[in-house]
């Protein structure tokens, strides 16, 4: 009741399928070897051929995203360190008009 219920994998069947010579005796009448089992084909995948200019681009294009991250990083470390020294500056001032008070 509590156990999983996996479905059967396409994987499992190929390989029961797949037959196996079974030994037996060699015959004077027939020397030749029995054929191999079909092996399953894998599908065809497309190879990608880059080109001088594709590999130019591609290198190009790396780079200005590279640039464009470090700064956009450069510029949040930035403004975080603005913020924080402008608080400091704030409790600074606060700090101050505090202790002219008394």
């Known amino acids: 009741m509590f156990t999983p ?3 059967v ?7 029961r399928n797949v037959t ?3 030994a037996s005796p060699a015959s004077a009448e027939d020397p030749a070897p029995s054929p191999a089992p079909a092996a399953p084909v894998s599908p065809a995948r497309p190879t990608i051929q880059f080109t001088p200019g594709s590999t130019l681009a591609l290198i190009g294009g790396g ?3 590279a640039l464009i991250v470090g700064t956009v990083l450069v510029s949040m470390l930035l403004a975080v ?11 600074l001032v606060v700090r ?7």
């Open 9 to 15: 994998s396409d994987t499992l069947t190929a390989l």
């Open 5 to 7: 219920k996996y479905p």
């Open 63 to 65: 780079t200005v995203v």
């Open 96 to 102: 101050s008009l505090m202790n002219n008070n008394r």
């Open 81 to 91: 360190a603005i913020t924080g020294a402008s608080v400091a500056v704030c409790a």
């Open 20 to 22: 196996r010579p079974t």
